[in-house]
């Protein structure tokens, strides 16, 4: 009985590798796209995380800038009576704590956001920038609800809102884009050197009395004013008091200018100094 006839067949087998340099910068910004689900979903589980079981829960998104602001106000408006122009002292605080407030609690978040999830990211693989891309956009909650509290403390002392408060989205923009590129190194480097969770605390503190949160801008000496405006975040809150009181407020918009275009620049290089570490991130991390 003659043996039966094997077929043989190969069958190609096409094998595609995931590697975090092998693309283009365009490439990035493509496949945080194709991750928005993913992204969207880490921002809402770190809202209702932060909340979940505090008594007031949300409402501490309304109790922290107005705490901070009567603190301010006690401190610098009623015992060393620094001044605020035309514009009532708690309200020229609020609208610097407000903008302050997003930037330093989401580059904290941001700073610890890839150690945090080190057992996501160790388990499968997704594009990593979306670990700390999801702080930015589950503290613009908060950033919101203070800006609405915002409209209203402008009516309540009887300012009103101005036709400038039009540009606000803009400056949030202006804001979320140093935001990102901050977040990103510091994502970065925090998992790469674990020094950096201990020194970013203290130079987010460091940066509240380096910028004009309990004063205004005008309070600084002539002659300092081109070196104080170098602090991306003196722009960012200079524009978005102007953008609350108008004429009011006196405002340089180089500041503006200079923060928004090295916000692009930290977002560019930050993404490519975290792809470089993003090669090695499951074993550092």
């Known amino acids: 009985m003659p043996s039966p006839l094997i077929v043989s067949k190969t069958v190609a087998m096409r094998e595609t590798v995931l590697s975090a340099n092998s693309n283009g910068g365009k490439a990035v910004w493509q496949s945080l796209w194709k991750a928005r689900e993913l992204l969207v979903f880490l921002a809402w589980r770190d809202i209702v995380v932060k909340y979940k079981q505090a008594v007031l829960g949300i409402a501490w998104a309304i109790l922290r800038p107005v705490l901070t602001t009567m603190v301010f106000t006690l401190v610098f408006g ?3 009576r620094l001044p605020s122009g035309d514009i009532p002292y708690a309200l020229l605080v609020l609208s610097g704590i407000t903008p302050w407030l997003y930037f330093a609690n989401t ?21 990593r920038l979306v670990v700390p891309a999801s702080c930015v956009i589950a503290n613009l909650v908060d950033l919101m609800i203070t800006v609405l509290l915002l409209c209203g ?3 309540w002392f009887g ?3 101005k036709a400038t408060i039009l540009l606000v989205p803009f400056v949030v923009l202006a804001l979320a884009m ?6 990103f190194w510091a994502a970065a480097l925090n998992a790469k050197y674990r020094d950096v969770s201990f020194i970013l605390p203290f130079l987010v503190t460091f940066g509240l009395y380096v910028s004009p949160i309990g004063f205004s801008s005008e309070a600084i000496p002539e002659q300092w004013r081109i070196l104080y405006g170098l602090n991306p975040v003196v722009g960012l809150v200079d524009g978005f008091r102007f953008a609350l009181f108008g004429e009011q407020y006196p405002f340089q918009v180089w500041t503006l200018v200079y923060s928004s275009a090295l916000a692009l620049l930290l977002i560019v290089t930050g993404v490519s100094y975290f792809r470089y570490v ?8």
């Open 153 to 155: 403390m402008l009516v």
């Open 178 to 183: 140093l935001t990102v590129g901050v977040g």
């Open 78 to 80: 009623k015992i060393a």
């Open 107 to 127: 580059v904290n978040d941001c700073g610890n956001s890839l150690v945090t999830n080190s057992t996501l990211i160790s388990k499968v693989y997704f594009p």
């Open 278 to 285: 993003e090669r090695d991130i499951v074993d550092i991390i």
């Open 159 to 161: 300012v009103g809102l």
